[in-house]
């Protein structure tokens, strides 16, 4: 698994970048539908739609980066009638964001995965309880272990983690510079052709009023419940002995034989 965020206070200069992103110019529509995330709520509909705009053109989303530049000075990021936020990178960590974008070649969009959103969920019940970041659970567990209770996974696997009460693009662009994240791992993950398919959860934060949960994977097949088939009861027949006295004909016995099969249920992959 990739880099995971692990420290509060890295987590708090991605969070204070984020919010100044809501009076950028951001000119492209967030609720253009290019996702078939039909059975996802509204707010990680959004989101997986805004993903796999990123994905499907990293030279706009360069564009919308490349608008922030006035609002930097140093470390120093004002965005208009906002008080001024001190960032980890500056201006450096965006114009990475940048030129990593203008290379990046169009990807396929994610599908969703009714297992990877189960997944999200669990994590997001868990944190909206807890008040807790990042990415291990309150039983230890990281994203390789919440998924074994819904399927197996195929290829890479990774999580995603925002804190805030921010719009789809907000999110997305926060992840994308990956200020104070030396492996930007976040933008590799949203920006990388080893994952197919995505699960989103999003939910109450008592500490940072929302959060949501992306999960990827090269792929992902939900567990099946098990399924057994029954066993068909023994028949015997036996013959009735014939009743010439010269000649008497032995009983015989038929048995009809019958196999129980029992359907085995999806393993997950060790890690």
Known sequence: MKVRLVGLTALGCALTLMVGFSNSNLSHSQTQKTSNAS??????????????QAR??????ATYLEKLKPLFNGREYRAAGRQ??????GWAAVDEAIKFLRATKP????????????????HIKDQSSSGSTGHTGSNS????????AFGNWQGAIGE???????????????????DGFASRGHRKRLLSNDYKVAGLACGPHPQFVSMCCLTLAGGFT??????TKTTTPTKTTTSTPATT???????????????????????????
């Open 39 to 52: 059975g996802l709520p509204q707010v990680e509909k959004e989101l997986l739609t805004e993903i796999n």
């Open 56 to 61: 499907a053109n990293p030279s706009v989303y």
């Open 160 to 178: 995603n983690l925002t804190y805030g009460n921010e719009s789809a693009r907000e999110r997305i662009l926060t992840w994308l510079i990956d």
């Open 222 to 227: 939900d567990l099946q419940p098990s399924k």
């Open 141 to 148: 567990s990281l994203i390789e272990q919440r998924v074994k």
């Open 245 to 271: 006295p010269t000649k008497a004909t032995p009983p015989t016995t038929q048995t009809n034989k019958s196999k129980t099969t029992t359907g085995k249920g999806v393993q997950s992959r060790k890690m």
């Open 107 to 122: 990807l396929q969009p994610l599908a969703e995965s009714s297992g990877l959103n189960l997944a999200a969920q669990v």
């Open 84 to 89: 001024a936020l001190m960032t980890e990178e």
